[in-house]
């Protein structure tokens, strides 16, 4: 069973960790509104010379995106502290020598859209096929581009019947044409007050419609994290991963070999994680972020 955190445990903790890997959603913000004592946390941690790296599986913003949010809620951080599912597909490409020549639909927003440009690809679709609808009538026949090489299927609040049919006839259709999730979340804080419906159900619509699995890109893949690793040079037990999700989360860190820590400020309630039908433990848990703050302060 995991430790709840402590001033006891968590000077161990602090001591043995140079790097800490967040979650957005649920354990910094919540929609647009920053969770209290988050600014002051991370500033603590950045003083006492931690490396701070933020995880998230929302795909919907670019890091460039990502960055500005950080500075209208208040805090300073850079996009290379920034690693998202956006990013993660946009590199997944890259590094798999997709052919530059070739295009790539998205389902999904406008960050996938402006990572991929960003690393040299061609995107369609995105918020632009939002408002595009389809007739079935009885002649009707859906035209596709037969240079897509990929679909990336990410959170997309514009999700309709025209997008799914130009997913599927890629996949389907296309010699090779690589299927992508950003992630599967099934829900996501997208705002202050409510959980919604996250990206795992636009990916199960393709999944359903082409009888194929994705390549997932994002939280638990271990694809992000080899990036990570690459770009950081720091040692997995050296790193704890915080977040507010079991299965993506915490099993992201665990696979990695990473420290973890569950904040119950998000998706996962202290009942769900004492669950007897749970078998994802954290190696620690807390109310929020601002607890490592105030158990630090204890100690001096």
């Given at each position: 069973m995991p430790s709840r955190l402590s001033p006891h445990n968590f000077q161990d903790l602090f001591d043995s960790v140079e790097a800490f890997l967040f979650d957005c959603d649920g354990v910094i913000w919540k929609g647009d509104k920053l969770i209290d004592g988050v600014s002051q946390t991370l500033d603590m941690l950045r003083s006492a010379g931690k490396k701070l790296v933020f995880v998230t599986n929302n795909s919907l913003k670019s890091r460039k995106q990502y960055a500005k949010k950080f500075q209208s809620l208040g805090i300073s951080v850079s996009e290379e502290e920034i690693f998202s599912s956006s990013f993660s597909a946009a590199m997944y490409l890259k590094t798999n020598d997709f052919p530059s020549e070739k295009k790539i639909y998205v389902i999904g927003g406008e960050?996938?859209?402006?990572?991929?440009?960003?690393?040299?690809?061609?995107?369609?679709?995105?918020?632009?096929?939002?408002?595009?609808?389809?007739?079935?009538?009885?002649?009707r026949f859906f035209?596709?581009?037969?240079?897509?090489?990929?679909?990336?299927?990410?959170?997309?609040?514009?999700?309709?019947?025209?997008?799914?049919?130009?997913?599927?006839?890629?996949?389907?259709?296309?010699?090779?044409?690589?299927?992508?999730?950003?992630?599967?979340?099934?829900?996501?804080?997208m705002t202050a007050l409510q959980e919604w419906p996250g990206a795992g159900c636009m990916v199960a619509a393709i999944c359903g419609s082409t009888q194929k699995e994705p390549i997932v890109v994002g939280k638990p893949s271990t694809f992000m994290m080899d990036f990570l690793l690459q770009k950081f040079n720091i040692s997995p037990s050296k790193m704890c991963m915080v977040g507010d999700r079991l299965d993506t989360d915490i099993l992201f860190g665990q696979n990695a070999g990473c420290k973890t820590l569950l904040v119950l400020s998000g998706v996962t309630s202290e009942p769900e994680l004492k669950d007897p039908s749970n078998n994802i433990q954290p190696d620690y848990y807390t109310g929020q972020l601002s607890d490592m703050l105030k158990f630090l302060e204890s100690l001096n």
């Open positions: 960050g996938i859209l402006e990572e991929l440009q960003l690393a040299g690809f061609t995107g369609l679709g995105g918020p632009e096929d939002g408002n595009k609808t389809v007739q079935l009538s009885q002649n035209d596709h581009d037969k240079s897509v090489g990929a679909v990336v299927v990410g959170i997309d609040p514009y999700i309709n019947y025209y997008k799914l049919q130009y997913g599927t006839l890629c996949i389907r259709e296309n010699p090779g044409c690589l299927f992508i999730a950003t992630n599967r979340d099934a829900i996501g804080h």
